[in-house]
């Protein structure tokens, strides 16, 4: 089965795999502490996954603009729920190997040749965005090795950033009660209305291409507007 990031790529069985990997993360909610804000976010991309796919299974009045529509919903269902299995699955330490293959994925890679913890932290810059969001940046820090001094070191998927809202943060981020993945900087985080006013803390680490995180780097601050 051809597969993109554990993923498949073949429509049919795309739709299999997204049905039964939300079934088996809403129905397990509770068991592995799935975040309900990742659900809910997803149910409006994989509705209009399974509205466009449903007008193109049928091949006699099929049109180019209803295969450009399911293209379309199927790369933002997958844009959205690649960082969703990260932050869930494979970084969830409530689910174990045979709770990650039940969900239709591979476990935790036991090659010798994994990429292993990262080895650097990341350097995080963050601004006020539209509303109450705001906008995080990540980069390598100086003198890092890796592909660009703006971009991710070598071996590195992701960066994991745990969000606290308050005067005070947790000292260890394990204990933020928000953590959202990003692959690509910048990245937005929004927060509530009733927040406005109140200082947001945000801290990363660099997630491997197998999963592995590293080290966490020291908290920044902005206050929400």
């Not at 129905?27 to 976010?41: E, F």
Request: include cysteine; glycine fraction near 8%; aromatic fraction near 8%.
């Amino acid at each position: 089965m051809s597969k993109k990031n554990g993923i498949p790529t073949k429509d049919s069985l795309f739709d299999l795999f997204m049905t039964f990997l939300y079934q088996m993360l809403n129905t397990n909610a509770l068991k592995w502490k799935i975040d309900a804000d990742d659900l809910s976010g997803a149910i409006p991309l994989l509705t209009a996954w399974k509205t466009c796919w449903a007008i193109c299974l049928n091949k006699n009045t099929i049109t180019k603009v209803d295969t450009q529509n399911k293209n379309a919903a199927k790369a933002a269902l997958e844009s959205y729920t690649r960082p969703v299995i990260q932050k869930n699955i494979y970084l969830n330490k409530n689910m174990i190997a045979s709770d990650i293959t039940a969900c239709g994925l591979a476990p935790h890679s036991t090659s010798k040749t994994h990429a292993g913890k990262p080895g650097t932290v990341p350097a995080n810059g963050v601004k006020h965005g539209t509303g109450n969001s705001v906008i995080a940046t990540y980069r390598q820090t100086t003198g890092e090795a890796g592909t660009s001094k703006r971009g991710k070191p070598d071996g590195v998927g992701s960066i994991q950033t745990a969000i606290f809202v308050g005067p005070v943060p947790p000292v260890d981020p394990e204990d933020y009660p928000k953590t959202v993945i990003a692959t690509k900087s910048p990245y937005t985080i929004n927060f509530a209305p009733a927040q406005s006013g109140q200082k947001a803390w945000l801290v990363s680490r660099w997630i491997s291409t197998d999963h592995t995180p590293g080290d966490w780097n020291s908290p920044i601050s902005i206050t929400i507007n």
